[in-house]
């Protein structure tokens, strides 16, 4: 009863369904009489059932009715049902299902059958779907099939002994030595699954990994009778004898060398000779190399053989197939860490591969490319990258503009080079690009002082092309903003000298606050420019008047904010104005979590000289005033500003520090403005002891209130902490207390706390303040208390 | 070891599935699901290597049908490719030009070729000549008619 001559009608039934209802409507009724059939007493057709019920459950229909019949099927004496059984028990029984107990005992007697195919059978099932009860039941069946029978059982044996270690690792040990004696066979099923199961015994069990290390002879015997023997037509494929059994054999080799130079020694000759004579023109040569390969980079080989293995993979990657190109630079990839000047000489063809039309080719040639960027090939690494950049595709743009960004942070030739390669990859990747790309750009752009002509006018150019790369219209709207000047200058010695009006560049910016594909963010930095621009220009200093008043009454809170404090610039502090506008200082790089407090000792460098003076100040950190108050609302800073005027130097010792924006926060651009002392409240030192001082300004608001910021600082050699303020005044002048800015001084007056006071006196007495310092130094506790008898007064 | 084996048509209809680990029914459909999805949608001159979840994915068409295999990450990927060969090369010698339908209409035979060649995630035997013998002989038991009828069924 060959074809299944029922099944074969069914399934022509099945197909001829023209919609998917109506081949329900075909297997509902087949799986009916399939159901019937199985309840019925025995007929010639239980395995055509049971078989069309395997092809119903192939198409995805629910078939576990018939896992009984399995179990029914696989103890017949009838081979075909026998066989029908097992496959049925293969395919709808795995390990979770009760029924698949039940087959343990028909498994057990079939396997000690006088058919070696009724073995076989047995076999196959137990490796496909034995749980571990059941491997542990049937084990030691399977260790006396290892020994004594025919090849054809043996090499099932084995396999099947692989599974049950995979189940049951314990049971490992078991087969240990009967794996051992099957290496001397000459049956190459057999030699294959005796491999294996040596292999899964090595992988699992160091112990083991040491006894069998003793076999790498053996091994290496075995593989030269494979590779020198002459055509061997049973095992041949294109020439190359047994390349199954070989690789197998490599891969043993491989996890026995490992780590060990005795057996490294041993296959030396081995691999050098397999890694010469192998053919390489059809896959599977190069499937016997690659193997090698990979044994020879990861046991501890001698330096020759390690080149030799290189170049195999520099071969393949000159391959015409792509499935090979592919392999060599995932293998290169795990290299290129330890062999690295062995990988950079195969540089040139990497980089060539980053133009394969295949996208997982491309993906890989990248990431070796990103690995092999050096000091030295820094310049036509990058020329390639960008070439790369501009074709590549969607889903790898991300990881190729970050990858450039780190390359050039690291191996930047000069800053120019540096900023050209950032703007190249913005005008061409900018919607890709981390977020973080533009405060670094920003601060790298700072940096380099001698460039910043050359740096706005390229932005600028770039801005005139294209507006919609989010990033790099950021950064060109402030480099606008702060360079604007020299943009108007015209000339600059690095590009050739371009004309700029006012008007167009005030035009440009208005194009990027009016434009639909501005971000938000995108406008709060074209606003700001503009702003900033007010000092820089001479002509046009109402149309920014009159933008900045428009958005005054902007849909986006953000921009309307900004707006309504710009024109309260011009309006009411106008003579603030160019001292809050001018040039920033160079931004430090911060790293994440550095606080204020912790850079002691940094001094900042002052870039530009101060437009506007002001009167001298005291040099005395200045308070917070109003201004900055109100400037600090987008910045955030939780730090008390510092500003300097930049007339009075730093104090002696005194380290001054900008409020730092932290490098990513693009809102803080204005906090981290320095505001110069334009007019300094007086400030009165009110309490001098232990290195504590505490000094007091006020500024008076109305007739009847008043603002009073007292400021400490701790000039000893340790740390402050906990340290509170508390004031008290007379009955009738009502006291408020803000929260102050902080509650430790770190040692030599690197950092200062400041908290405010609103005072109101509605009758005028005479105003007075009690202040209870306490603080913790050096582990004890202070406390003490100081009276404020007059103020200074303020303007 | 190898993971699974499947194989399919150009419109994703399933004509094997081989699973060489315990999965539950639905990991099953889903697993099917995402590689028909995946292969299906390669170009054609790309490259036969896929990386899915922790695995290798090793597809390779043949006329209409797409062989589908899964290798663990230690696995040689080259290999893996001459594996899939050789499974067609002895359907192919079974069959006599095998084609799909050939496969349609006479899937469990290949099941059984594939349990000759292929055992517990493993190569079985490396020989095309003994896989073939043993199939042969083993068509051979299968019994006619009255045999089959002369035997009890338990």
Not at chain 1, 87 to 116: F, V
Not at chain 1, 675 to 694: C, D, I, Q, S, W
Not at chain 1, 745 to 768: D, I, R, W
Request: hydrophobic content about 40%; charged content about 20%; glycine content about 6%.
């Amino acid at each position: 009863m060959s074809p299944s001559v029922p099944l074969q009608e069914m399934i022509r039934a099945i197909r001829s369904a023209r919609t998917q209802c109506e081949e329900r409507g075909v297997i509902q009724r087949e799986c009916a009489a399939i159901r019937a059939q199985f309840r019925q007493a025995d007929n010639g057709g239980r395995s055509h059932n049971l078989a069309k019920l395997l092809y119903v459950h192939m198409l995805g229909y629910p078939a576990h009715f018939g896992q009984m019949e399995c179990v029914r099927m696989i103890a017949s004496p009838r081979y075909s049902e026998k066989r029908v059984g097992y496959l049925g028990a293969m395919m709808l029984l795995d390990e979770k299902q009760d029924a698949s107990l039940l087959i343990t005992n028909s498994i057990k007697n079939d396997l000690s059958h006088s058919s070696q195919y009724v073995q076989s059978l047995a076999l196959c099932t137990l490796a496909c779907m034995g749980s571990a009860e059941m491997c542990r039941d049937l084990a030691p069946e399977i260790d006396r099939l290892l020994r004594a029978s025919n090849s054809y059982i043996k090499k099932k044996a084995a396999l099947c002994a692989v599974h049950i270690v995979r189940k049951v690792h314990d049971l490992g040990e078991l087969f240990a030595p009967a794996a051992r004696s099957l290496l001397s066979e000459k049956n190459h099923g057999v030699l294959h699954g005796a491999v294996v199961l040596i292999t899964e015994l090595c992988e699992r069990n160091p112990e083991a990994l040491e006894r069998f290390r003793k076999t790498v002879p053996d091994l290496v015997q075995i593989m030269k009778g494979l590779v020198i023997s002459g055509y061997s037509p049973e095992h041949d494929v294109a020439g190359i004898s047994d390349p199954f059994l070989q690789v197998r054999i490599l891969r043993l080799l491989r996890i026995l060398g490992h780590n060990n130079e005795a057996a490294s020694d041993a296959m030396n000759d081995l691999l050098a000779q397999v890694a010469t004579n192998t053919d390489s023109t059809k896959t599977v040569g190069n499937a016997v190399l690659y193997e090698t390969v990979l044994t020879v980079l990861d046991i501890k080989s001698e330096s020759g053989l390690r080149v030799l293995a290189v170049n195999i993979l520099g071969r393949f990657l000159l391959n015409n197939d792509r499935n090979i190109r592919y392999i060599a630079m995932m293998s290169l990839q795990k290299i290129v860490g330890t062999d690295h000047i062995a990988v950079q000489r195969h540089r040139g063809t990497i980089v060539d591969c980053l133009k394969d039309p295949d996208a997982s080719v491309k993906r890989r040639a990248l990431e070796l490319s990103l690995a092999l960027v050096s000091a030295s090939n820094i310049r036509s690494m990058m020329k390639e990258l960008l070439i790369f950049l501009s074709s590549c595709p969607l889903e790898l743009r991300a990881q190729a503009a970050s990858g450039i960004f780190n390359a050039a942070e690291r191996y930047a030739p000069s800053q120019r080079w540096h900023i050209d390669t950032i703007l190249h990859v913005l005008t061409t990747a900018g919607g890709d690009v981390r977020d973080e790309t533009v405060p670094n750009l920003i601060q790298l752009i700072t940096t380099a002082s001698e460039l910043h002509c050359y740096t706005v006018h390229k932005l600028y150019r770039a801005l005139l092309t294209d507006i919609s790369q989010q990033s790099l219209v950021q950064v060109a709207c402030w480099c606008i903003g702060e360079y604007g000047d020299l943009l108007l200058k015209g000339d600059c010695q690095e590009t050739e000298p371009v004309q700029v009006t006012e008007n167009d560049v005030l035009d440009a910016l208005e194009t990027v606050l009016q434009s639909h594909m501005s971000s938000p963010a995108t406008r709060g930095f074209a606003l700001t420019a503009t702003m900033k621009l007010s000092t820089r220009i001479t002509d046009n200093v109402d149309r920014i008047r009159s933008i900045v008043s428009i958005y005054g009454s902007c849909i986006d809170v953000e921009l309307q904010q900004r707006a309504v404090e710009y024109n309260a610039l011009f309006k009411k502090y106008d003579h603030m104005r160019a001292a809050v506008l001018e040039r920033m200082p160079v931004i430090e790089r911060n790293s994440p979590g550095h606080t204020n407090g912790e850079s002691s000792g940094e001094l900042v460098k002052e870039v530009q000289p101060v437009k506007v003076k002001e009167g001298d100040a005291a040099p005395t950190q200045q308070p917070a005033n109003q201004v900055c108050d109100l400037l600090d609302l987008l910045g955030g800073s939780e730090e008390p500003l510092k500003p300097t005027s930049a007339q009075s130097g730093p104090a002696p010792g005194q380290p001054i520090n900008t409020s730092n924006s932290s490098g990513g926060d693009l809102l803080d651009l204005l906090g981290g403005l320095e505001p110069v002392a334009f007019t300094p409240a007086p400030t009165v030192t009110v309490y001098e002891k232990n290195g504590v001082t505490l000094t007091l300004s006020c500024e008076k608001q109305s007739d009847s209130s008043m603002t009073v910021t007292l400021t400490a600082s701790n000039s000893t050699d340790s740390d402050i902490s906990s340290f509170t303020l508390q004031a008290a005044v007379p009955k009738s002048v009502q006291l408020h207390m803000k929260a102050p800015s902080g509650d430790s001084l770190p040692a030599h007056g690197t950092a200062k706390v400041t908290q405010t006071v609103v005072l109101n006196n509605p009758n005028k007495v005479n105003l007075k303040m009690r202040i209870r310092v306490s603080y913790t130094s050096r582990g004890s506790a202070f406390q003490d208390m100081v009276q404020v008898d007059s103020f200074p007064d303020s303007r | 070891m190898m993971r699974f084996l499947l194989l399919f048509s150009r419109q994703g209809k399933l004509r094997l599935q081989k699973w060489f680990t315990p999965m539950s029914e639905r990991e099953k459909k889903k697993i099917i699901r995402d590689m028909t999805t995946m292969v299906l949608s390669r170009q054609p001159r790309s490259c036969n290597f896929l990386h899915w979840k922790d695995l290798k994915i090793i597809y390779k068409r043949y006329a209409s049908l797409y062989f589908c295999l899964a290798i663990e990450n230690q696995e040689n990927e080259l290999l893996a490719l001459e594996v899939i060969h050789r499974y067609v090369e002895l359907l192919d010698k079974y069959f006599g030009n095998v084609c799909e339908l050939d496969i349609i209409f006479n899937f469990e035979k290949a099941y059984f070729i594939l349990d000759e060649f292929l055992m517990g995630g493993e190569i079985q035997e490396t020989s095309k000549q003994i896989v073939n013998r043993c199939i042969e002989s083993s068509d051979m038991l299968q019994e006619t008619m009255e045999e089959y009828m002369s035997k009890p069924a338990f």
